[in-house]
């Protein structure tokens, strides 16, 4: 069983504050990162699928940087808005995967206080 | 495009009843899973499928039985539920290529065993 972890697992932050959080994952045998957003009572929405070692991705306000050598993903938001609630969840993806089976982390949940 | 539907919504067994959950996605993609999502477990990939016909176990299996007859549907059965099978059930979907690509959600189906 592979170990990804996230921290924090929550995270309470006012509108207008920046913010970021941590997903860990083995160094060994890296081939893909990704993260999702999930809504409350939605379905995870893929946000990046990272590669490549000091990869950074952006999407609006938020952004994701990868160091697969010492494993671990950063993901930012900038100036955090109400709609920004949600659960982030990072998955790592190890090379010579039959499938593309992820194993997920266990979310950072982000609420927003307006 | 429908994306990644899946049938129930939400049910209600009694212990020892079955049931079939169906995900069908409209993709044309290779690759798809079901997972389960249970407080503070995030999600865990019970089975999963390369393709039509073919399908392999995923971290926790027990208890679950599917098939791929269809490229675009994937059955998840439950032969006898138990309450420990209580949870929310995702289906996903993702495409084969070069590239690690991201999964595809469905909205989940709510499943509660008295």
Redesign the interface.
């Known amino acids: 069983?592979l170990n990804v972890e996230q921290s924090p697992q929550s995270l309470h932050v006012q509108e207008g504050d920046s913010t970021n959080f941590t997903c860990s994952f083995p160094s060994s045998n890296f081939?893909?990162l990704?993260w999702?957003r999930w809504e409350t009572a939605?379905?995870?929405?893929?946000l990046f699928?990272m590669?490549l070692n000091g990869d950074e991705k952006k999407k609006g306000r938020i952004s994701a940087t990868l160091n697969t050598k010492e494993g671990y993903s950063y993901l930012y938001i900038k100036g955090s808005q109400p709609e920004d609630s949600a659960t982030y969840?990072c998955a790592f993806?190890p090379y010579n995967n039959?499938?593309?089976?992820?194993t997920?982390?266990?979310?950072t949940r982000l609420m927003v206080k307006p | 495009n429908a994306g990644v539907t899946q049938t129930p919504k939400f049910r209600v067994l009694k212990t020892g009843q079955s049931m079939t959950l169906l995900c069908a996605q409209d993709m044309n993609h290779e690759y798809m899973y079901w997972y389960r999502q249970d407080p503070g477990m995030g999600l865990r990939l019970i089975h999963y499928s390369v393709g039509e016909g073919t399908t392999a176990k995923g971290e926790v299996p027990d208890g679950y039985n599917v098939s791929r007859l269809k490229k675009q549907n994937f059955l998840l059965g439950l032969e006898s539920a138990a309450p420990s099978q209580t949870s929310v059930y995702f289906c996903a979907s993702s495409f084969r290529g070069l590239v690690p690509a991201p999964q595809y959600f469905g909205p989940g189906t709510r499943l509660l065993v008295l």
């Open positions: 069983i081939y893909a990704h999702y939605k379905s995870p929405e893929a699928v590669t969840l993806l039959a499938g593309n089976m992820l997920f982390g266990g979310g």
